[in-house]
C-alpha cells in the first residue's frame, strides 16, 4: 500500500498542460507543460509489477491538479483510496482502515517524482534529466533523484503534444510502476474546496 501512496504523490501533479510543439524533444514538452499550465484534472490506469514476477497489481482513478502543490487524488478500484493536499498538508485516507496519514507537502513530495511536474522548475533542482528515446509515439525523459535516500531509482515521463501520456517509476525495491493518462483537461475550472480534506468522525489520524 505504501509504494501504491507513493505512486499518487508521483502522479498526482500530472495534470499541468497544454502548448505547440508537437515533436519536440522530451525536457522541452516537459517545460512546456509546467509554464503553461496551472492546474489540470484526467483519468489514470495504474500498474505495478514486481521483480519477483509476481501478478501485477492493477488499479485506477481520476486526479485534479492545482499549482502550486494543490492536488486530489483518487484510486477508485480496485478499492478506494484518497490523497488530497491544500499546498501545506497532505491527507491521505484509508476509507476501509478508516485512518487518516496526515504530512506536510514539503517533506511528502521534496525529491519524490512529484517534483518533477508540481513545483516551478522545482525538478531542475531535485532531479537529473535527460532526454530518452522516443517509442510508442512519445518523447520520452528520464530523471534520475539527486538525493541518494529517495525511494526511486529513475523516473520516465512519455510527452506527446506537450502532454503527459504514460510514465514509469522504478523503485528501490525491485518494482516498476506503470501508468497511463486518458481525457486529460488543462486549465480546467476546479472547486477550490476539494483540495481541502476534513477526516471524518471516528477516524483514527496519523501524523508523520
Known sequence: MK????????FLALAIALSSTAHAAGIDQLRIFIE???GAKAEFTQTVSAKSGRKPQTSSGTFAFSRPGKFRWIYDRPYYQLLVSDGEKLWIHDRDLNQVTVKRVGKALGSSPAALLAGDNAFEKNFSVK???????????????????????????GFHENLPRAMELRDSFGQTTRLAFGALQANPALDAGQFRFTPPPGADVVSE
Open 3 to 10: 509504494n501504491i501512496r507513493l505512486a499518487g504523490l508521483a
Open 131 to 157: 532526454n530518452a528515446e522516443s517509442a510508442d509515439g512519445l518523447e520520452w525523459i528520464e530523471a534520475t533523484p539527486n538525493q541518494p535516500d529517495s525511494s526511486f531509482e529513475s523516473v520516465r515521463i
Open 36 to 38: 503553461n499550465t496551472r
